[in-house]
């Protein structure tokens, strides 16, 4: 079996993962993306104090990112209500980050990804954009956009390999 094919299969099954179980994908994903926070605060703080003796001004910033990352990161792996509140600029992010690869998709030959689907991510990234205000109360749009995502990306790799194959 071809690494396309397993690798959309995967893609499919995450998909409907995030899309069934929306609340405990976003607590996972929340999980993973606070530890990644905390242990790149803390490589940035040791940075930063490495650094010192060169500039002070950048060993300075670079320990002032590092404990902000910290912070963040716990809250994002505690759960404390500004999770709710930080889930929106999450899902304007994510729209952001949409709306690139859709618009990058569409202009740029890709071997990976086809037109239609540029053109529905960007589609996608633009309702993301408007539905961000009501992630602050429900923060399981997210998932499920995601979810969509990644099921899309799913067929598209998985197709994109049946059509080299033939």
Same mark, same amino acid.
């Given at each position: 079996?071809?690494?396309?094919?397993?690798?959309?299969?995967?893609?499919?099954?995450?998909?409907?993962?995030?899309?069934?179980?929306?609340?405990?994908?976003?607590?996972?994903?929340?999980?993973?993306?606070?530890?990644?926070?905390?242990?790149?605060?803390?490589?940035?703080?040791?940075?930063?104090?490495?650094?010192?003796?060169?500039?002070?001004?950048?060993?300075?910033?670079?320990?002032?990112?590092?404990?902000?990352?910290? #912070?963040?990161?716990?809250?994002?792996?505690?759960?404390?209500?500004?999770?709710?509140?930080?889930?929106?600029?999450?899902?304007?992010? #994510?729209?952001?980050?949409?709306?690139?690869?859709?618009?990058?998709?569409?202009?740029?030959?890709?071997?990976?990804?086809?037109?239609?689907?540029?053109?529905?991510?960007?589609?996608?990234?633009?309702?993301?954009?408007?539905?961000?205000?009501?992630?602050?109360?429900?923060?399981?749009?997210?998932?499920?956009?995601?979810?969509?995502?990644?099921?899309?990306?799913?067929?598209?790799?998985?197709?994109?390999?049946?059509?080299?194959?033939?």
């Amino acid at each position: 079996m071809n690494y396309m094919k397993v690798l959309g299969i995967l893609y499919i099954l995450l998909g409907i993962i995030f899309m069934v179980c929306p609340i405990v994908s976003a607590e996972v994903v929340s999980l993973i993306a606070g530890i990644s926070l905390m242990a790149f605060g803390f490589a940035t703080i040791i940075d930063g104090f490495s650094a010192q003796s060169r500039a002070t001004h950048l060993s300075a910033l670079k320990i002032l990112l590092g404990i902000c990352a910290v #912070i963040f990161g716990l809250l994002f792996v505690y759960k404390i209500d500004a999770l709710s509140f930080l889930v929106a600029f999450q899902f304007y992010l #994510i729209s952001f980050v949409m709306i690139l690869i859709g618009i990058i998709g569409v202009l740029l030959e890709s071997e990976t990804m086809s037109k239609v689907a540029a053109a529905l991510i960007f589609i996608l990234g633009i309702i993301s954009f408007f539905i961000a205000t009501f992630a602050i109360a429900q923060p399981l749009y997210t998932a499920i956009l995601v979810g969509i995502c990644l099921i899309m990306e799913g067929i598209i790799c998985f197709a994109t390999d049946v059509t080299e194959i033939n």
